[in-house]
């Protein structure tokens, strides 16, 4: 047995194949392919660097795994490949990636714990009972155990169901000549030599061959080989005897050596042997007598020494022709029929088969009739598993045939007659659902062609005639209701395209005519209220096309002339023009204005030929605007008034380089690079208090690379793009930059998993995902436990969740797979947690969520997902705080704060959420006591008491930066605050007439950082919050106006995270429990 591990090499691993980076764009196949290379290149520590890029989201993170577990096993990184490959095992996802077990069971196969690495090579093989690699493994296990009988038996497996696994017939061959069988070694070792003559064994095998067979491989052993047949007395006996190496013997090469005159000798006693059922018999006999029936094995004597050219010289090399003649005439036209002949159950059914290769690997199996494919055959992936039942006749597709996922789920279904697609085709998805039935006629789709959702529910349905549209296109939403509906003929559009929402109301209305839009073409909000309209007459816009705000005020307008524009308006959501452009006949930019808020113009591009030439820079105190020349180094632009708010450099009248564009209160509003005008490179954004807003990167004006989001100066989201498309992995924190989301997108849809996470860690719960739609998903408790797992395949009709021990109890309709209809949520004590409706997955009509003592807490319309008509807020104990007027998910109207008392505490107005006009405050009484003078978003004055206690002090803000105080007529102070660069910074403070505070918080850039309190009348706290950065944070507190406690609550990043203590009389009555926003316990 040593000297068989010392003629092998055993094959541990089967390999076929600070700052962040803004500019990478996430590929898991290009990250593999580079890992690979590195690791080819023996560069294991990069290599594992570019592994671990590959997120645990992605669909490849365990191919990534098996790949850096190769790395860290070749680094010779010893405790750290055993604690990762442990760590693998132990988390259960080696079934999803059974390459893994390989590595693991080799690795204690090399660690002599053999039993160990039996037991996971025991459990791999239910994955990878047709893995030829895996088994090989498998049986190198054996060897090393002393157990070479089971070696031998998955050998053997292997040769039968893989044909071209050259390491198998070395090795057992070898194994047969160590235990005495010289046919059988012989066999086994000349089918190595004739599939791999250049292999790494081939001189190996050569050399075992070369031995005298009477002098060698005399050891027997209970080892079988063969349970019948294979009865090779009569030229065992004659190889025994040595008598192929007798001077009379006629050697048929030109090389005259002992392996030549031995092979020939169990070569040409094939051609007499009576044949039986045994393994080597019926496996290597055929392709052997086959060759000797066609004089080939002259040519074969040379064609299995190539390995040896440099030690046989010209003795090799002089028959170069007859080793390629070799090659074209046997090997190319009739080893592999027979060599790859096999008697195999098929379906259930012996037959005789041929195993078929793609990239030299079994992917058909099935019988062939004169060299052509005829009947059913098995269609396998790469780890010989089935893939597909595939049918054939006279060697094309013919019938009925299947296609399976390595999972073994059925994933399509279609009819072929000659070669062509007819009948019915049917796609499913992994969950097992119909995705798609279509209907073909000689290779062309033919009849009705209908999809489906992945949870139930038609999507689309078409009819076709000779590969073409015909008829009504109907689409549905997963509800049930109507989505589109466009009509066909003869594979053009034509006649109306109405599309709608999923309350069902009109969205969209076109005309069509042969698959040219002709006439007039609307948007709306509601199926009421006008999006966009425009009018086209055989494809080309006319006249104007317009688009409104959500509040119906003008958004951009555009002119066109026989299908060209002329002239394109944006505006302000309060009507004012923002920009203006004008164009030539032939369309191509002459002039870009620019205007401020007031409508004065501050800036004019001019151009020649669609190419910028210079600039005109408007002034208040010029009475002609000045040129500016592209030339100028930093080129500028100003506002009206003179303020920067553009700079860089042109260079051939394009951007280039780096640009700033600032607000007009001076703070950074974009950082952007540009190469020859495109964006290319980083892009900065910035909210107009300061804040980061996001980090992106373009390439050639396409976002592509990572995507960064921030709230409040704080990491929230991360993103990657691929061409102006998510793609790859994303993330959402909490605001302590613990992970709170992690998925994948493809496409810009999300796919496979999606992970929440508890704020310690812990997941609280896991979806699944494709193409967007949400296939099933498990809940975990704090304890990492999973609580229930629903699956929303084909589910419609009422159902009751119960979460967290019984703690919280949803009631809720779907309609195939999807919220739709009443949702309600309640605590065990049947106190209201939320209380809403659905309509195809989205909000719609009253939505209310109740706080922990079981008072309104947010009370909402929503029109189609968003929130549309007033919004109100209310505090812990249930007093309104808050107001605000919503169109279509956009802030449009009046927003009111109020106090404890009902009284307001401010108010203003916004329009597509830029606050417009004045910001009026009060005090608890209701007097109001400062305006501030709004003009989009941008503060421009405040109003404070006068002498005699009017509202009619005006004071001009400049540049947008105020330190703002009102008094009383008795000369208390009656609010103070502090503007910087427009933002709320530092105390916020209002009195009542007697110098008592009334209310009080603390700002960094209007971001709430700190305590807010409101005051009773009697100067007792009503309230006193904590924020760390516009977040809840810490314990929140409500008193009664006699001081005693009514409610304690405990935030972390901003949500209920603790005990809240609800008192009454100032007593504790109940604890509610909270974590991470979800109630998990109540005592009493």
């Known amino acids: 047995m040593k000297?068989?591990?010392?003629?092998?090499?055993?094959?541990?691993?089967?390999?076929?194949?600070?700052?962040?980076?803004?500019?990478?764009?996430?590929?898991?196949?290009?990250?593999?392919?580079k890992g690979v290379s590195l690791h080819d290149a023996k560069k294991y520590d990069e290599a594992i660097k570019e592994y671990e890029k590959i997120s645990k989201t992605d669909p490849k993170f365990l191919n990534a795994q098996y790949e850096k577990a190769l790395s860290l096993k070749q680094s010779d990184k010893k405790e750290e490949f055993k604690s990762f490959i442990e760590d693998l095992y132990s988390k259960n996802v080696m079934p999803e990636y059974p390459e893994l077990y390989t590595v693991y069971a080799n690795f204690l196969s090399d660690?002599?714990?053999?039993?160990?690495?039996?037991?996971?090579?025991?459990?791999?093989?239910?994955?990878?009972?047709?893995?030829?690699?895996?088994?090989?493994?498998?049986?190198?296990?054996y060897v090393r155990k002393g157990d070479t009988q089971k070696s031998v038996d998955i050998l053997e497996r292997i040769i039968t169901n893989n044909p071209n696994h050259p390491s198998s017939h070395f090795f057992l061959g070898t194994i047969a000549l160590e235990n005495g069988k010289i046919t059988e070694g012989t066999l086994a070792l000349m089918s190595y030599l004739v599939i791999a003559p250049t292999g790494p064994y081939a001189e190996a095998a050569i050399l075992k061959l070369n031995a005298k067979y009477g002098q060698n491989y005399l050891d027997e052993s209970k080892v079988v080989f063969s349970k019948t047949g294979d009865n090779f007395e009569e030229i065992e006996t004659i190889l025994r005897n040595q008598l192929p190496l007798n001077s009379a013997y006629k050697v048929k090469s030109s090389i005259d050596d002992v392996i030549i005159r031995?092979?020939?000798?169990?070569?040409?006693?094939?051609?007499?042997?009576?044949?039986?059922?045994?393994?080597?018999?019926?496996?290597?006999?055929?392709?052997?007598?086959?060759?000797?029936?066609?004089?080939?094995?002259?040519?074969?004597?040379?064609?299995?020494?190539?390995?040896?050219?440099?030690?046989?010289?010209?003795?090799?090399?002089?028959?170069?022709?007859?080793?390629?003649?070799?090659?074209?005439?046997?090997?190319?036209?009739?080893?592999w029929p027979k060599y790859a002949k096999r008697n195999l159950d098929i379906f259930g059914k012996q037959e005789d088969v041929v195993i078929t290769l793609q990239n030299g690997r079994p992917y058909l199996i099935g019988p062939q009739i004169n060299g052509k494919s005829e009947g059913k055959y098995k269609y396998l992936n790469s780890d010989g598993n089935l893939n597909g039942e595939i049918n054939f006749k006279n060697n094309l597709l013919d019938g009925h045939q299947k296609y399976y996922d390595p999972k073994g789920n059925l994933i399509e279904e279609k009819n072929f007659v000659n070669g062509k697609l007819d009948g019915t085709r049917t796609t499913y998805y992994k969950n097992g659902s119909i995705d798609l039935v279509e209907n073909y006629k000689d290779d062309l789709l033919d009849g009705i062609c209908t999809s489906y959702y992945p949870n139930g529910g038609k999507n689309c349905e078409i009819s076709f005639v000779n590969g073409k549209r015909n008829g009504k296109l109907i689409c549905s939403y997963q509800n049930g209701g109507k989505k589109t509906e466009t009509n066909y003929e003869n594979g053009k559009l034509n006649g109306n395209y109405l599309e709608y929402n999923e309350a069902g109301d009109l969205k969209e209305t076109a005309n069509y005519t042969n698959d040219?839009?002709?006439?007039?073409?609307?948007?709306?909000?509601?199926?009421?209220?006008?999006?966009?309209?425009?009018?086209?007459?055989?494809?080309?816009?006319?006249?104007?096309?317009?688009?409104?705000?959500?509040?119906?005020?003008?958004?951009?307008?555009?002119?066109?002339?026989?299908?060209?524009?002329?002239?394109?308006?944006?505006?302000?959501?309060?009507?004012?023009?923002?920009?203006?452009?004008?164009?030539?006949?032939?369309?191509?930019?002459?002039?870009?204005?620019?205007?401020?808020?007031?409508?004065?113009?501050?800036?004019?591009?001019?151009?020649k030929s669609g190419e910028l030439k210079y600039g005109l820079q408007y002034s208040d105190k010029n009475a002609k605007p000045k040129e500016i020349s592209l030339s100028q180094k930093p080129f500028e632009i100003k506002t009206y008034e003179g303020k920067v708010i553009a700079y860089g450099n042109y260079e051939k009248g394009n951007k280039n380089g780096e640009w700033n564009y600032n607000f007009r209160s001076g703070s950074p509003k974009t950082k952007e690079f540009y190469?020859?005008?495109?964006?290319?490179?980083?892009?900065?954004?910035?909210?107009?208090?300061?804040?980061?807003?996001?980090?992106?990167?373009?390439?050639?004006?396409?976002?592509?690379?990572?995507?960064?989001?921030?709230?409040?100066?704080?990491l929230n989201r991360t993103f990657y793009y691929q061409n102006n498309t998510q793609n790859g992995p994303f993330k959402s924190f909490y605001p302590d930059g613990t992970t709170s989301i992690e998925g994948y997108f493809v496409n810009g849809d999300l796919n496979?998993?999606?992970?929440?996470?508890?704020?310690?860690?812990?997941?609280?719960?896991?979806?699944?995902?494709?193409?967007?739609?949400?296939?099933?998903?498990e809940y975990y408790n704090l304890k990492g436990i999973k609580e229930n797992d629903i699956d929303y395949k084909n589910k419609t009709g009422k159902f009751v969740l119960s979460r967290n021990n019984g703690t919280i109890i949803q009631d809720y309709n779907l309609k195939n797979g999807i919220f739709n209809g009443a949702y309600t949520a309640k605590d065990k004590l049947n106190t209201p947690i939320t209380t809403a409706e659905y309509v195809n997955g989205k909000l719609h009509n009253a939505y209310k969520s109740y706080g922990p003592t079981g008072s309104i807490y947010t009370e909402s319309t929503y029109y189609n997902g968003d929130r549309n008509g007033i919004s109100k807020q209310y505090d812990l104990v249930g007093n309104l705080r808050l107001t605000t007027e919503y169109t279509f998910g956009d802030e449009n109207g009046k927003t009111i704060r109020y106090y404890h008392n009902k009284t307001k505490l401010s108010e203003y107005n916004e329009l597509d959420g830029l606050t417009e006009g004045e910001h009026i405050y009060y005090n608890?009484?209701?007097?109001?006591?400062?305006?501030?003078?709004?003009?989009?978003?941008?503060?421009?004055?405040?109003?404070?008491?006068?002498?005699?206690?009017?509202?009619?002090?005006?004071?001009?803000?400049?540049?947008?930066?105020?330190?703002?105080?009102?008094?009383?007529?008795?000369?208390?102070?009656?609010?103070?605050?502090?503007?910087?660069?427009?933002?709320?910074?530092?105390?916020?403070?209002?009195?009542?007439?007697?110098?008592?505070?009334?209310?009080?918080?603390?700002?960094?850039?209007?971001?709430?950082?700190?305590?807010?309190?409101?005051?009773?009348?009697?100067?007792?706290?009503?309230?006193?919050?904590?924020?760390?950065?516009?977040?809840?944070?810490?314990?929140?507190?409500?008193?009664k106006e006699d001081g005693k406690p009514w409610l304690i609550s405990a935030y972390k990043n901003g949500e209920f995270h603790g005990n809240t203590l609800i008192y009454k009389e100032g007593k504790l009555i109940l604890t509610k429990k909270y974590d991470s926003d979800e109630l998990v316990n109540i005592t009493k």
């Open 3 to 33: 000297k068989i591990l010392l003629a092998i090499i055993l094959v541990s691993f089967a390999k076929t194949y600070s700052q962040t980076n803004y500019a990478f764009v996430y590929n898991n196949d290009s990250i593999l392919k």
């Open 111 to 141: 660690e002599k714990e053999y039993d160990k690495s039996e037991k996971i090579f025991k459990e791999g093989e239910k994955y990878l009972p047709n893995s030829s690699s895996f088994l090989y493994n498998f049986a190198i296990l």
């Open 262 to 335: 031995q092979v020939q000798a169990v070569a040409e006693y094939t051609l007499e042997h009576k044949m039986g059922d045994g393994f080597f018999e019926t496996i290597y006999i055929p392709w052997v007598k086959t060759m000797m029936e066609e004089n080939q094995f002259e040519g074969f004597s040379y064609y299995m020494l190539v390995s040896m050219e440099e030690k046989l010289g010209k003795a090799l090399t002089k028959n170069v022709k007859k080793i390629t003649s070799f090659n074209e005439n046997f090997i190319t036209k009739s080893f």
């Open 675 to 714: 190469t020859r005008g495109k964006l290319h490179g980083l892009y900065t954004s910035y909210n107009q208090n300061g804040n980061l807003d996001n980090i992106r990167n373009y390439a050639n004006d396409t976002i592509n690379g990572t995507f960064e989001v921030y709230e409040d100066n704080k």
């Open 924 to 1039: 608890q009484k209701g007097e109001p006591i400062l305006a501030i003078g709004y003009t989009n978003n941008q503060p421009t004055y405040y109003t404070r008491k006068s002498k005699t206690g009017e509202l009619n002090d005006k004071v001009i803000i400049e540049n947008e930066t105020a330190q703002v105080s009102s008094y009383y007529p008795n000369g208390k102070v009656a609010i103070q605050l502090n503007l910087l660069k427009g933002n709320l910074d530092g105390k916020f403070v209002i009195y009542n007439a007697e110098s008592k505070p009334e209310y009080e918080s603390m700002y960094k850039n209007s971001i709430l950082d700190g305590d807010r309190i409101e005051y009773y009348a009697n100067g007792k706290i009503y309230k006193k919050e904590h924020f760390v950065k516009n977040d809840f944070e810490g314990n929140q507190e409500y008193y």
């Open 516 to 607: 040219v839009v002709d006439g007039k073409s609307i948007e709306y909000y509601d199926g009421k209220v006008v999006k966009n309209e425009v009018t086209y007459k055989n494809g080309d816009l006319q006249d104007t096309y317009k688009s409104y705000y959500s509040n119906k005020t003008i958004e951009r307008e555009s002119t066109f002339l026989s299908g060209k524009i002329t002239k394109l308006n944006d505006y302000f959501p309060n009507g004012k023009k923002s920009t203006e452009l004008t164009y030539d006949q032939k369309g191509l930019v002459e002039a870009y204005n620019y205007f401020d808020i007031n409508g004065n113009k501050y800036y004019e591009e001019k151009y």
């Open 752 to 777: 496979f998993k999606k992970y929440s996470y508890y704020q310690n860690g812990t997941i609280s719960s896991i979806e699944n995902y494709v193409d967007g739609y949400l296939l099933n998903k």
